[in-house]
């Protein structure tokens, strides 16, 4: 069993960074009363965290690359506690919003660095076994968030959700140093200036979607916000093709295999997990569930996730990624048109459990092979470059998610007579938009991903070495 332990501590760093991304969920109505919160600000205490973790998850890839993947995981280890601690003593929203922003950060250090160190310890089947149980833990993170917030919440309040991260995160650091593969320091320099257009990009355009759905889409901010991120987005490409150690090398943009995949990734966050912030306030705010029973209402969709990942991860190597991601996106879809149209303004929680069980079977079928699939889609060379960019697609899908489906919910509940109907039919309608998304990246992901060929297969980095992992064309 000794061989499992570095799988042990990077399934640890993974979990908790991925359970922060949905985990505030449930809070967010006590953290309002505490700290006085108005809508916008519960936005960004999401928000800050995912985006942080999207605009450096390619940098951190970078100085992993430079200084080491085990030195720059135990890193961000650390500054993600901190940052934990600082969140769980903020005294107001402004300081929690920045705790959050370090928080991202640190665990943006952490995700950039997990499927390299699976990879760089494990060969052979041992890599296809330990790259599943690492989807596994990662779809039934995200997923059980809200049912250990709301625990956490209602039994020691909402700073619990924080603080329970210090004890893994001691743990996780102490099995890394001891366990994980020190890794060799490689050559080149970080892409600054790629970094730098990158990030005000993002940023840009997640703080254009929610002072839109504010303020209103004429207004000033707004139009300079969605103006910024344009031209950052458009100067991202010439930055990159200048720069000799860019942070995205944009010829990987034209493998078909590789874009794809990058859609998938981006619509599969967006559509999977976005809403569930909605979700958890309509359960908490018009139907007056606890936090405990809030979360426990999301139950079968992190059930379900982890349940089809541990169940299906056994095959997956005998099909090709495209068919668990691109069924997987679809199934997605099938589940939030179930939702669509279960929740109307006379629903119990009960509505919810069949279409959230079904986007759940989805998650536990796309999450084990998304990474390791994007990773087999480019050279050897690119690998971590591959890695970071999958991941920093799906954590955009989810910062931008939250913000468009919070202008839209916004806006429903600003129209309805009431706000129980308000709230049913901003649900209904980012239920829809979460539909059209999976759709869309399903049929991404099963058009542009298709079988390698044989001859294709030499330059794949785990052709050989990991006969359980498929490849993809590029």
């Given at each position: ?8 501590a990077i ?12 985990i505030?969920?449930?809070a967010l109505p ?9 809508f ?18 390619m940098?951190?890839?970078s100085?992993?690359d430079?200084f080491?993947?085990r030195?720059?995981?135990a ?11 600082a ?44 790259f ?10 995200a ?5 250990l917030g709301?625990l956490?919440t ?8 924080f603080?329970v ?53 004429s207004d000033?901010?707004t ?11 458009v ?15 944009m ?10 995949l ?7 966050q967006?559509?999977a ?23 426990l ?8 996730s982890f349940?089809?990942?541990?169940a299906a991860?056994?095959?997956?190597h ?5 068919i ?25 929680q ?11 079977a ?17 050279p ?10 999958v ?7 989810l ?25 049913a039919?901003g649900i ?22 298709r ?24």
């Amino acid at each position: 069993m000794r061989k499992w332990l570095p799988l042990v501590a990077i399934c640890l760093g993974a979990f908790i960074l991925l359970v922060d991304v949905t985990i505030v969920n449930v809070a967010l109505p006590r953290m309002a009363d505490d700290l006085h919160a108005s809508f916008t600000s519960l936005q960004w205490v999401i928000d800050v965290y995912a985006l942080a973790l999207a605009a450096l998850l390619m940098v951190t890839g970078s100085l992993a690359d430079l200084f080491g993947h085990r030195r720059l995981y135990a890193a961000g280890l650390t500054v993600f506690a901190l940052a934990s601690l600082a969140c769980a003593l903020a005294p107001n929203a402004a300081v929690l919003i920045t705790a959050r922003g370090v928080q991202g950060a640190g665990g943006a250090a952490m995700f950039a660095t997990s499927a390299a160190l699976v990879s760089m310890t494990y060969h052979g089947r041992d890599r296809g076994i330990a790259f599943g149980v690492w989807g596994a833990v990662n779809g039934a993170a995200a997923a059980a968030g809200p049912i250990l917030g709301g625990l956490l919440t209602e039994g020691f309040g909402w700073q619990a959700i924080f603080l329970v991260n210090l004890p893994i995160a001691v743990a996780a650091v102490a099995l890394t140093l001891r366990v994980l593969p020190a890794g060799r320091r490689g050559a080149g320099r970080l892409d600054v200036p790629g970094a730098l257009v990158f990030t005000l990009a993002a940023a840009s355009l997640t703080y254009a979607l929610i002072r839109g759905g504010e303020h209103g889409w004429s207004d000033g901010l707004t139009v300079a916000a969605f103006v910024v991120a344009g031209a950052a987005a458009v100067a991202f490409v010439p930055v990159e093709l200048r720069s000799p150690h860019p942070m995205l090398d944009m010829a990987l943009l034209r493998r078909p295999a590789f874009a794809g995949l990058l859609t998938g990734a981006l619509l599969y966050q967006m559509a999977a997990f976005s809403g569930l912030v909605f979700v958890s306030l309509w359960l908490q705010n018009v139907l007056g569930l606890s936090p405990v029973r809030s979360g426990l209402a999301l139950m079968p969709l992190a059930g379900t996730s982890f349940v089809v990942a541990a169940a299906a991860g056994r095959h997956m190597h005998k099909l090709a990624p495209r068919i668990p991601i691109g069924v997987g996106l679809l199934v997605i879809a099938a589940g939030s048109l179930l939702l669509w149209g279960s929740v109307h303004t006379g629903s119990g929680q009960s509505a919810l459990f069949a279409g959230l069980a079904i986007t759940g079977a989805g998650v536990g079928l796309a999450t084990p092979v998304l990474v390791s699939a994007a990773v087999d889609a480019v050279p050897a060379a690119r690998a971590g470059m591959a890695g970071a960019a999958v991941n920093t697609f799906r954590q955009l899908g989810l910062t931008l998610g939250i913000a468009l489906f919070g202008a839209v919910f916004t806006a429903r509940l600003r129209s309805a007579p009431s706000v129980r109907a308000g709230y049913a039919s901003g649900i209904d309608r980012i239920s829809l938009l979460a539909a059209a998304a999976a759709l869309a990246g399903g049929v991404a992901v099963l058009l542009a991903v298709r079988p390698s060929h044989p001859h294709a297969q030499a330059d794949t980095p785990t052709a050989s070495s990991a006969p359980r992992t498929p490849t993809v064309t590029r």
